[in-house]
Each structure stands twice: as C-alpha cells, then as structure tokens.
C-alpha cells in the first residue's frame, strides 16, 4: 500500500524524504504519480489538492493536511465521505507565528512605520512612546497559535486578551466568547490579532462592522486565513485613518493579484502566506505514527472535528 504526497512542485521531495527518514519501509507517490489507485491507503495534501479527486482511491482510509490549517480540505466538496482528516500540531509552525506575530505587534507598538517616515524626512524627532501595559491587545482564536503568541506578548508586558467562540479560559489572558464578547474585546484593542481556524462562522470576521468597533487609530494584524478578512472593508477603515496599520500574511485568492490595492497600501505590511511554514522534517513524525495508527487500527492524532470545522 502506497502513501500520496501533493504539494507544490518544489517541496515535493522534502516531504517525501522526510517520511521515508522517519520510516523507511513506506511507499509514496508523488501526485499526479499515484499508480495503481487501490494501492493508496494515504493522502498527505496541501491547498491545491481538488477534494473530488481524492475519490479516484477506494482504499483510501486517511486525510494529513500539510499545515495547521483544513479549511481547504472541509470545504465543498470536502474530503470523500467517511475519510477522517488529520492536521499538524508543531512546535516550528507555533513558535514561527509566535515570531511573525511579535514581529508585527513590535513594528507597530514600537512606531516603526512613524519612524521609517521621519528617517526618509531626514527629520530628527523622538515620539512619545507607550509602554507595553499601554498598548492592549486582543487575540481573535486562543487554540494551539493563539496561545503560544499570548505567552509571548503577556511575557513583555502586553494586557492579552483571548477570544473564542465558546467560553474557553486561557490563564493570564482577559477571556471573551461568543457575538457579545468580539465587540466587547474589539472596543479594547490597540492591536486585534485573527489566529482563528477558517469556518463558515468566522469567514468574514474582519469586517466593517468589527472593525469599526476598534479604538481610533487600532491595529489589525492577520495571520490566520484571507477569508477572515473583508478585503474592501479593511481597505476602507486603512483609507479613512479609523485603522492605522495593518500586517496581512494571508490574502483571497492567492497569489494576491498584481491589481491589489493591498500591494502598495502605504498602511500594509504584507507577507506572502509565509508567517509560519511547515518543515516537513520537523511533522513527519506525528504524520508517519499516524500512517502507522491507521495500518493498525488505532486512534488517530490532531483529528480534525468536522462538526467545529478545526
Ligand atoms: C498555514 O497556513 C497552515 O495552515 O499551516
């Protein structure tokens, strides 16, 4: 029985000499590669992988998606019924947003932008600088990358709040939940950061109307998913000054097109989908016990739950 990996060109081999590090004895297939369609027991698929061509293998018992992410995977039409769907919970892929997060949170906290201004004026000018317990900052998802970037700015001083969906308690974060607890939670934010999983209750959740509950003068920075984003509503709040920054790593569609105002936005710092990337060397344990846990009949790990869509 064959494992089948798909992915962009250029990572293809990565991946595949991973999993053959971890267990040499697994046959893979490189898509469109697959060979006999009965003999594939395992897809391990990034983005681009079409969810109704996975239907093609009968045998197919086992879905890995190649990031934190599966929003990609559970839209329609969604992976073949029955196949449960598997994603990656890694201390690299954390700890990278942790970093892009804090990266972003700095450059506005710190009025990088303000003072790149000044540099380019050759104007000589200190502006007044907040301490950290100034600035609040709001963390829209407090799963696996919310959390580990609450650790980070709570650990400089940062007031962290958490929201979630559901009531959820994260220790030394100010909690918030449900409809009444996002406006709540936004009225407070110096800076809003969108760590949510991608569903069809959060798409859209940076919209005008959330957007417009932020402090004047607020933060956005998102590195969670394109679809959270109303890309014409945030573009209105940066153009009318209610929002002063924001750091965009995700985008819909991408590649973002070259005629995206986003590109040359004098607001916008972007990155292309490239805060937190999975190192196939660093997942190819959890992804082969998983393969070993199918083959065996045991229970999976970082099962994705369709009913919550993460
Ligand atoms: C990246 O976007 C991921 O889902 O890991």
Redesign the pocket.
């Known amino acids: 029985m064959a494992i089948l990996l798909s992915t962009k060109a250029h990572t293809m081999q990565d991946w595949k000499a991973a999993l053959l590090a971890v267990d040499p004895s697994l046959e893979i297939r490189l898509f469109p590669d697959a060979g006999n369609p009965d003999e594939i027991e395992a897809a391990v698929v990034w983005t681009a992988h079409d969810m109704m061509e996975l239907r093609r293998y009968p045998n197919l018992k086992l879905i890995v998606?190649?990031?934190?992410?599966v929003d990609h995977l559970l839209r329609s039409p969604g992976p073949p019924p029955g196949i449960p769907v598997a994603r990656?919970k890694d201390v690299l892929?954390t700890s990278a947003m942790a970093e892009w997060v804090l990266l972003n949170v700095l450059r506005f906290h710190r009025q990088d932008p303000e003072y790149r201004a000044l540099q380019q004026r050759k104007e000589w000018l200190e502006l007044s600088a907040p301490s950290t317990a100034e600035r609040r900052v709001g963390i829209l998802g407090i799963g696996e990358l919310g959390s580990a970037s609450a650790r980070v700015l709570t650990s400089l001083g940062f007031p962290v709040m958490g929201w979630s969906r559901s009531a959820k308690t994260l220790p030394g974060v100010q909690n918030f939940h449900g409809a009444e607890g996002l406006v709540a939670m936004a009225g407070q934010s110096d800076i809003l950061i969108c760590l949510l999983p991608l569903t069809p209750q959060t798409r859209g959740v940076l919209n005008a109307r959330l957007l417009s509950a932020l402090p004047r003068g607020a933060y956005v920075i998102n590195g969670a998913?394109g679809g959270h984003m109303v890309a014409e509503d945030m573009l209105a709040a940066l153009d009318s000054g209610h929002i002063a920054g924001a750091a965009l790593d995700?985008f819909e569609p991408e590649p973002l097109p070259a005629e995206s105002r986003f590109w040359s936005h004098p607001k916008v710092f972007l990155t292309p989908?490239a805060a937190?990337?999975?190192i196939p060397a660093s997942v190819a344990p959890q992804v082969v016990e998983n393969i070993h846990n199918m083959r065996a009949g045991r229970s999976l790990i970082n099962l994705v739950d369709f009913s919550l869509g993460y």
């Not at 998606?65 to 992410?69: E, T």
């Open positions: 998606s190649m990031g934190a992410g990656l892929l998913r995700v989908h937190s990337i999975t």
